[in-house]
């Protein structure tokens, strides 16, 4: 059975809809239920009545990597720390995973070098593969060899390469694995197929634990990370750099226990900006960069199945600052009527925070022009305009009263982690 647990919410922080339509972040039988509620229920377009729904989203999973392991008592060592690192939840989140199982032997070993649990969690998501391996392609690999990325990978510690993993067909129909910084090494071997779900999970045994300085090195306790830094060492220091001069880093960290999605433009992207960037106030360039966070984890899976209208950390009262996620085929784009930018790649994957790159800086429309519709006369406008005189903020990014004709239904996102038992 799924448990869902529940985090503490803010009503800044809640999705905000419209009264003519639901969001389409709410799953299919949260959508009924708000559209019953609206259906049979008439409430006065007031400023002063607001409608607030409390909404639960849940993520169905294929697959519990926890419950399959509990089946064979070899690999209890290993699912034990599985779950204790966390790394469980996040292998159940993914719609494709292999995962590389070390038996209690294996573990052993692996214990006796007294690593810190957060060593040992990098350690261990190295063993975990962001692609489908069942046993058929491991043994049909193209060319004999090839390099698959990890969890570990997506967690932003590893330099370059270090966090894939090689994998080579060897004489006698063998498979070796090998970290990508173990100087070409091959220390650990398939021993066989533990479970496959095609395409969804496949966990086979290998018969020693991947070695890594990269994975190995000491490793800072989640409270002690700096997200600022993390995003300086991937390709974000712009970013990362107008965070610190506006305080803004302050609020990202606030949040960071809890749960933090972050979009980072990439230096040239904010090089580029920077014109523009320059001509706001220090109220508007903290809010700017404020709409470049959400207040919940939200790992790529999650993103690709609950599209629809996000609010940001900006979000305040009547100041929306919310933009859409939408996916075209398996990019996913944000939307904010203004600009819409790609996500390009994973900074840092580790929860409860998750980094993304991408493309484009994000322009909120209450302080840019939105994209004008096709049969305007300035269509063809640039995106990226000047800042609105009549959707501008004030300099203390103050809450503006609502009209009295318009009703706001204020949808109470809270932040729910699938536990599974």
């Known amino acids: 059975m799924t448990r869902v647990s529940v985090n503490s919410w803010s009503p800044s922080r809640s999705l905000l809809v419209g009264n003519a339509h639901p969001t389409p972040y709410l799953n ?3 959508k009924a239920i708000l559209l019953h509620f609206q259906s049979h229920h008439h409430v006065a377009a007031t400023n002063r009545h607001h409608l607030l729904l409390l909404s639960f989203t849940t993520t169905t999973n294929a697959h519990n990597i926890t419950r399959i392991l509990a089946k064979y008592p070899q690999f209890s060592t290993f699912n034990h720390y599985l779950t204790a690192t966390h790394l469980a939840s996040q292998i159940n989140r993914r719609q494709t995973i292999t995962v590389l199982a070390l038996d209690n032997t294996a573990m052993s070993s692996l214990l006796s070098r007294h690593f810190s649990l957060y060593t040992l969690k990098n350690v261990l998501s190295l063993h975990v593969l962001v ?8 043994h049909r690999i193209s060319k004999g060899t090839t390099l698959t990325s990890t969890m570990f990978q997506a967690t932003g510690a590893a330099e370059g390469t270090s966090g894939y993993v090689n ?3 060897l004489k006698g129909g063998k498979v070796g694995f090998g970290a990508e910084d173990n100087d070409g090494k091959l220390n650990a071997t398939y021993v066989k197929s533990v479970k496959e779900i095609p395409y969804n999970i496949s966990i086979i045994q290998i018969s020693h634990p991947l070695d890594s300085a990269e994975a190995e090195a000491p490793t800072a306790a989640p409270t002690d990370l700096n997200i600022t830094e993390i995003m300086m060492k991937q390709g974000c220091k712009a970013f990362a750099d107008l965070l610190k001069a506006t305080d803004a880093d302050e609020t990202f960290n606030q949040n960071l226990d809890a749960g933090l999605t972050v979009f980072c433009p990439t230096d040239q992207v904010v090089k580029d900006f920077m014109p523009k960037y320059k001509n706001l106030t220090a109220a508007k360039k903290k809010s700017l960069l404020l709409y470049h966070g959400l207040p919940v984890y939200m790992n790529m899976q999650m993103l690709k199945t609950n599209t629809g209208i996000m609010n940001t950390l900006a979000t305040d009262g009547a100041n929306k600052f919310d933009f859409t996620v939408d996916k075209n085929d398996e990019v996913v784009m944000l939307d904010t009527t203004v600009v819409t930018a790609k996500i390009t790649g994973i900074v840092k994957d580790e929860e ?3 980094v993304y790159k991408i493309s484009k800086v994000l322009l909120p429309k209450e302080m840019f022009k939105p994209v ?3 049969n305007a006369p300035d269509a063809d406008a640039p995106v990226d305009s000047e800042p609105a005189d ?8 103050g809450v503006q009263r ?3 004709k318009r009703l706001v239904m204020v949808v109470l996102s809270l932040c729910i982690r699938m536990v599974f038992m």
């Open 402 to 404: 609502l009209g009295s």
């Open 372 to 374: 004008e519709s096709a």
């Open 28 to 30: 299919s039988n949260t």
């Open 167 to 169: 994998i080579t067909n």
């Open 390 to 397: 009549d959707q501008t903020l004030d300099d203390n990014n």
């Open 352 to 354: 409860p925070l998750i």
């Open 131 to 138: 692609d489908y391996f069942g046993s058929k392609k491991l």
